[in-house]
């Protein structure tokens, strides 16, 4: 509160307008210097090859000999081309199977390991192990245990009274033995995933559904599968991306083979490009796989939000 007897200081509109200028002028933020060296590692390392593959899918570009422009001819041969859609119908074909037995498999063992029994740390430890080798070292176990006639697993078919199998030798079954040892080495990944889900959640449900007489199967259909949705579809997005892309288990075991029946559009685009020296249409390739994988995991929200609505 001002004295009595003494006015306020009177400030004029020329200061006033002087005072306010400073504060409306833009600076920079003090933390640019932080953010500038990653936007240089962004658009060096992502946007910039993503920039140059649309630029190279629009020549006509083999190894040895200059690019010519030819606009989106390459794209309009895709269509056309039997090969690369059999390469989409294959790799579909092995994404679905990659994605939904480990999810399956993996929920089953996430339930089995939620329960408390003898050794169940230990237990969990061996059971992630196929997870933490590498690829290639998988890819070279399976291909040995696949051999029709040295194979361990047509060992293990004749004791039963199976006959022996081809395998990956045979066009028929060789993306069902691939999807076999994705799921064999993916499986705990979906494990883990669920089995946080399932620490998570509330204990009254299952107090509630226990004193009411509900069976296991119960429970786990109307209580656990709806708990632990979300986290199934986080394990199914991670499985998806990962399977679609899948190339170094494919291109160790079968190349591709026998003939193309095992080619997904990874294992092609490869061919394309570093077989046939066709830089121009293996770019082509590249944008329209990207373009797939995009396609795919906005089905996958799609089909979320709607099962999200259905159960609300």
Not at 22 to 33: D, F
Not at 78 to 98: E, G, H, I, K, N
Not at 120 to 144: D, H, K, Q
């Amino acid at each position: 509160m001002a004295r009595a007897g003494l006015a306020p200081p009177t400030v004029s509109t020329g200061e006033l307008a002087t005072d306010a200028a400073p504060a409306t002028r833009w600076r920079p933020p003090g933390y640019w210097p932080f953010v500038v060296p990653a936007l240089i590692v962004v658009v060096g390392v992502i946007v910039f090859p993503w920039a140059f593959t649309l630029w190279m899918s629009l020549h006509e570009w083999k190894v040895g000999s200059a690019p010519a422009f030819v606009g989106l001819s390459n794209y309009a041969r895709l269509p056309t081309d039997p090969r690369f859609l059999d390469a989409v119908w294959q790799t579909l074909l092995y994404t679905a199977l990659s994605v939904v037995l480990p999810l399956i498999l993996g929920t089953l063992a996430a339930c089995v390991f939620h329960a408390r029994f003898p050794l169940r740390g230990f237990l969990r430890g061996v059971f992630i192990l196929p997870m933490m080798a590498t690829p290639v070292a998988i890819a070279l176990v399976w291909t040995m245990m696949f051999h029709p006639q040295l194979g361990v697993l047509n060992y293990l078919l004749s004791l039963v009274g199976i006959p022996a199998q081809l395998w990956v030798f045979h066009p028929a079954t060789v993306i069902p033995s691939l999807v076999l040892v994705e799921t064999w080495q993916w499986t705990p990944l979906v494990m883990l995933i669920v089995l946080g889900g399932l620490a998570a959640l509330p204990t009254e449900p299952y107090e509630s559904a226990q004193i009411d007489g509900a069976s296991l199967w119960q429970v786990f259909r109307h209580i656990t599968l709806p708990l632990v949705a979300p986290f199934l579809f986080v394990a199914a997005m991670i499985r998806m991306i990962d399977a679609v892309k899948s190339f170094d288990i494919i291109f160790a075991i079968t190349q591709g083979g026998p003939g193309t029946a095992s080619e997904t559009i990874n294992i092609y685009l490869y061919s394309v490009a570093f077989a046939y020296y066709d830089v121009g249409y293996g770019s082509a390739i590249a944008v329209v796989f990207f373009l797939l994988i995009i396609a795919l995991a906005a089905a996958l929200l799609v089909v979320r939000k709607r099962t999200q609505g259905a159960v609300g």
